[in-house]
Structure formats: C-alpha cells, structure tokens
C-alpha cells in the first residue's frame, strides 16, 4: 500500500448494511491484500437472526429480538404502532415502525445493552488501532449503512445515528487525540426514469419507506439548536412512568435532543431494489445487489484512503453540511416538485375523462385545460430527469 488508510468501522444495519460488510471482508481491499484487515471491523445489526449470523465472524453481532411481553400493551399505546402490524420473529418484513420497535422495546436485550454492545465494539477497534506501531493514522472512521426501502435498516436508522453520535461524543475525550469521523449511507429504490410507467418495480413499500425515511433524514440532518430534534425513546419512557396508558408527547418530556447533525456527510446510492428482491436478472456481467455492494465497498475504500484528511475529498466549507453522493456530486430531493408533478398527473386524468364524457360545447375549454397541465407537468419533468 503506497497510502496507508484510517482505521474504520462499518455499522452495517439491516439486509443491506450487512450485504456491505460481507463485500468488504471478501473484498481483498481492492487489491490491498491481508494487510487491509486489521484497519477495519464491523458491527452487524438487525431484526433477523439468519441475517445476523450471516455476518463475517470478526463482527459485532447485534440482534434486534422480537418482545416476548409488553406486546399488546404496547400496540394500543405507541404513537407509531397499530394493531394491524405484523411483529413476528422473522425481520421487520419491510414495516418501519417494526424495526424501530424492535430497536426500542421494554424487552431484553434493552436499548442500554444494544448501546452498550456497540460503543465496545468502536472502543475496542480504536484502542487495538492505537496500540498498533504500524498504524500512524489519527483518525477513526464510523460509517453507517443501511437501507432507506426496507424495514429494519430504515426504521431504526434515526435513532442508530443518534446513538452513534452519542458514543463517539463520549469516546472523543478518551480517543487519545484520535479524530472520530462519521457518515451514514443510504441505500434508496430506483426512481423510475420512464414517467409514463405508474408501477415502479418491486414491492410497493419500497417507495413509501424511502419517502418516509427521506423526510426523517431530512429532519435529522438539519437539527441546530435553534430548532433541535427531540428524541422520544419509548421504552425508558414506559419504565419510568408506570402505568402509562398512552403516549401523549404533549405530556412527556424527550430523552434527548439532537442539536446537529449526528453525520460529517450522508450519502446517497441508487439501486434498483426488484433486482435485489431476488428476480437475479443480469444487469451486464452483474446483478444490481452486486453493483451497488461493490460501489459502497469501492466508496468505503476509497475514504478510508484519506486518513486523517478525509475532509479535503469534499471541498465543502467547514460547519456547511453536504448530502451527496459517492461521485462527490451534491444533491437535492425535490420533494415539492414530485408532489406537485402527481397532482398534475391526477389532475389530467381527470381532465381526460371529463373530455370524453362532456358535450361538444365544453370540450374546447377541456382541452385548453388539459394542454396547459401538458405544459406545467412537462417543465416539471425536466427537473425530475435530472434532479
């Protein structure tokens, strides 16, 4: 190795995360050898237990169990639960509020051993990087991968991104003047570029996931003090105050507050998730759950080749937070106009039908109508082919 890398740890959460940290261990360090091993480990979480011990045998294995009590109790009482919800023993099946209950639940293991388990994992990398003569690197980085379709990645992701925040925050005083790095990475469903197609490949929750997670993201990334995010963690508040019937937030006071990003940067990586969903279909020499292990693997490589001046491969001005992608290209989520292209959409749908159904006497005024959504809905695809 002509550059020696940072020490880095990956917190692969959920199918996805954990589909990384299996690339990254196989990966030979892109060509780096068994020499790449020791700067690098990982923490494996998620709701299923096939998928936890799926994971390489140097990792941290953390699993997210079902609630064996509290379960009822806890479905007529969380803002976030409904009855309808399927909480079984096999993953979070794609439902958000089941990851996230599977996360924060008053069951055992508890929130505390899950942060406990965790931030000994990060120490223990740190310090056995520390001890180590031949590594010279000052910095230690923390990504964190997960999903933004699915159930498990995208649903505890706010409250792991928390968590990791809080026990870097912790460990900088102890790091022995070594620099805490985090990032986060999400994997999102294609966006369909073919405008007139209504179904998007796959399972639909893919897409509702990925909205809700987007908004969540966008909350979590843009906390300051001025205007901090709450952080509700409902199984301390139900231990805390007995006999709660109902979670009324009004009425309860946040176990925390998150007054800045928990991430330096967040990025961003496209995948077409029917692919990855099984169907196997060849997208040249690879399937899509290959090309988007090996792009964040590549990624994760390539930062760790920074070492201590990882900033400097953005170019963003300090305290100026950056949502991109692996390719260094910023990016935004033009949430307004997609809402606005769907209404047209529902709006000319219903133009047409009344066309085909009025008199010849409206129908000129139907028309004109309609080509003037034509033209407001073709600006907008402009944006949304290249946003």
């Known amino acids: 190795m002509s550059v020696e890398p940072a020490p880095t740890i990956v917190v692969g959460v959920g199918q996805a995360g954990i589909n990384v940290i299996n690339r990254l261990h ?3 360090g892109l060509g ?22 799926n994971a390489p045998d140097k990792a941290t294995q953390v699993q997210l169990r079902s609630p064996r009590r509290n379960v009822e109790t806890d479905l007529r009482n969380h803002p976030y639960l409904t009855e309808s919800l399927d909480i079984g023993e096999k993953g979070a099946q794609r439902q958000r ?3 996230r209950y599977k996360l924060d639940n008053r069951d055992t293991p508890s929130w505390d051993a899950h942060f406990d388990k965790i931030s000994g994992a990060i120490e223990n990398h740190m310090r056995t990087c520390r001890r180590d003569p031949d590594i010279k690197a000052r910095q230690i980085n923390v990504i964190h991968v997960h999903s933004l379709g699915g159930g498990t990645g995208s649903g505890t992701f706010p409250l792991i991104a928390h968590m990791l925040n809080e026990i870097t925050g912790d460990l900088s005083g102890s790091a022995g003047g070594m620099n805490i790095y985090t990032a986060g990475v999400g994997v999102v ?4 570029h073919n405008l007139d197609t209504f179904s998007p490949p796959g399972d639909n929750r893919y897409y509702a996931n990925a909205y809700a997670a987007l908004r969540d993201l ?13 952080v509700y963690l409902y199984s301390k508040i139900a231990d805390l105050n007995e006999g709660l019937t109902s979670f009324n937030l009004d009425r309860l006071e946040p176990q925390d507050q998150v007054t800045s990003s928990p991430y330096r940067h967040y990025f961003l990586m496209g ?35 920074y070492g201590n001046e990882i900033e400097n491969w953005f170019e963003t001005a300090e305290g100026h937070f950056q949502f991109g992608s692996f390719g260094q290209t910023q990016l935004t989520v033009p949430i307004e106009d997609i809402q606005a292209y769907c209404r047209l959409n529902e709006q000319i749908d219903e133009l047409r039908t009344e066309v085909d ?31």
């Open 357 to 387: 159904h009025e008199d010849e006497e409206r129908e000129g005024e139907l028309v004109e109508r309609r080509e003037e959504k034509m033209a407001d809905r073709r600006a907008l695809e402009a944006i949304l082919e290249d946003p």
């Open 189 to 192: 469903p294609e966006i369909m």
């Open 26 to 28: 196989g990966g030979d």
């Open 32 to 53: 780096w050898g068994d020499e790449y091993d020791k700067y690098f480990n990982y923490i494996a979480i998620d709701s299923s237990s096939n998928e936890v011990r």
């Open 218 to 230: 966008s909350k979590l990334i843009n906390a300051d003090s001025d205007d901090p995010l709450p």
């Open 97 to 99: 509020p089941i990851g």
């Open 271 to 305: 995948v077409d998730e029917d692919q990855i969903d099984g169907n196997n279909k060849q997208g040249g020499p690879e399937t899509y759950r290959s090309m988007v292990n090996n792009s964040i693997m590549s990624a994760i490589y390539g930062l760790s080749m």
